[in-house]
């Protein structure tokens, strides 16, 4: 994560975004959330994936502080911080069925 930090800080600064808190659930299908309130959600099952990957679900879910939704420009800042997630989110999709204990 230290890798985007600077860059997400600068962003979330930038647009005056801050998340309220951050919970860890129990979560089976969904590996993150960001709520209205700016509430981040991760399930603890994240902690046995690769890093690089938990990196992207937190990316993702900070974006949504700023885009509410999947949109193209969503996606487009996603890419900007972390180029190559693809690879991240196409990893969670074909194990994330193992992430179990």
């Known amino acids: 994560m230290k890798k985007y930090a600077k860059e997400l800080n600068c962003m979330l600064k930038k647009k005056g975004l801050r998340y309220n808190r951050i919970k860890i659930t129990n979560a089976l299908k969904t590996w993150g959330s960001c709520s209205h309130q700016g509430n981040l959600n991760f399930t603890w099952r994240l ?37 190559g997630y693809k690879e991240h989110k196409e990893w969670l999709k074909k194990n994330g069925h193992i992430l179990k204990l």
Do not use: C, G, Q
Request: aromatic residues 8%.
């Open 47 to 83: 902690i046995m994936a690769p890093l690089n990957v938990v990196d992207y679900v937190v990316v993702h879910e900070l974006i949504h502080l700023d885009e509410k939704n999947h949109s193209r420009t969503f996606w487009e800042k996603v890419e900007i911080l972390m180029p």
